[in-house]
């Protein structure tokens, strides 16, 4: 099999680092190349600066998170809280999905506390659905590819939905190893750091997200640290086993069997 291309695709910087960026790296040493893009450019993440200020600081600061992790850096689609389900923004990212073919979709989940990431997984998927429709236009145009590609939501933000409710994973990825380059990547994130603390009351903003990996890592029962994922339908995109991240990383991943069994339960 050809080499696996992993893409995360998320609403906003920052929002790949805080809930993907342990996977997406323990992806990257099991030798996936890398790609890395958010939908919005965080016009709204500031209390300070300028719209035009914070875009440029903001996409400057992704750009090094997405070095800094080995990952090919794609440019946001649309400011801030403009992220909508529209047939121009799925052939834009539909466009940008055909140049990377990916083999692994990274996407946050269908529920969150934000419709900006609720929309961008939409965006992310269709993209993905559409990726071989010969007679659906890319803008830019780009021929359809086929390769298939297995797509995995995160865990929300603060591990619950927009009701309160906690969300299990699916399946867990052990991000011990590599939680300080996780916390390194978004320590790139400095102005989003001074915008949820004034915000949000965040005093520590690095401290949130590994408190985050730890509780994902109790959930497991295996990992210190832990990110958390729930496979997508394999319907129009993958075989109906196709599950390369536990594939790939071994020992390092595993598929909850209560999970599973819920699943076939309904």
Not at 117 to 135: D, E, K, W
Not at 192 to 206: F, H, I, P, R
């Amino acid at each position: 099999m050809s080499k696996h291309v992993a893409f995360a695709v998320a609403a906003h910087p920052d929002d790949i680092e805080f809930m993907m960026a342990g996977t997406l790296m323990m992806l990257g040493e099991a030798g996936c190349e890398l790609h890395y893009m958010n939908v919005a450019n965080g016009s709204c993440g500031t209390a300070i600066y300028t719209r035009d200020e914070i875009v440029a600081m903001r996409t400057e600061e992704a750009r090094e998170a997405a070095k800094s992790m080995g990952a090919h850096f794609h440019e946001p689609l649309v400011d801030d809280l403009e992220v909508y389900y529209t047939s121009e923004l799925v052939r834009r990212l539909t466009a940008v999905v055909r140049d990377v073919k990916p083999t692994i979709l990274l996407v946050q989940p269908p529920l969150d506390y934000m419709e900006d990431h609720m929309i961008s997984q939409r965006l992310a998927v269709t993209a993905a659905f559409c990726r071989g429709m010969r007679n659906f236009d890319s803008i830019p145009p780009r021929d359809p590819v086929m390769e298939e590609v297995t797509v995995y939501h995160a865990l929300p933000y603060g591990l619950r939905d927009g009701m309160r409710r906690v969300v299990k994973p699916g399946q867990y990825v052990n991000v011990t190893s590599v939680i300080k380059r996780k916390r390194d990547a978004l320590a790139c994130h400095r102005s989003q750091k001074e915008w949820l603390d004034k915000s949000q009351g965040l005093d520590s903003y690095l401290r949130t997200m590994q408190e985050m990996s730890g509780e994902v890592g109790a959930m497991s029962k295996r990992y210190e640290y832990a990110e958390g994922w729930r496979r997508h339908l394999h319907l129009g995109f993958c075989s109906e086993t196709a599950d390369p991240i536990t594939e790939l990383l071994g020992k390092d991943a595993f598929v909850c069997a209560e999970y599973e069994d819920a699943l076939r339960q309904g």
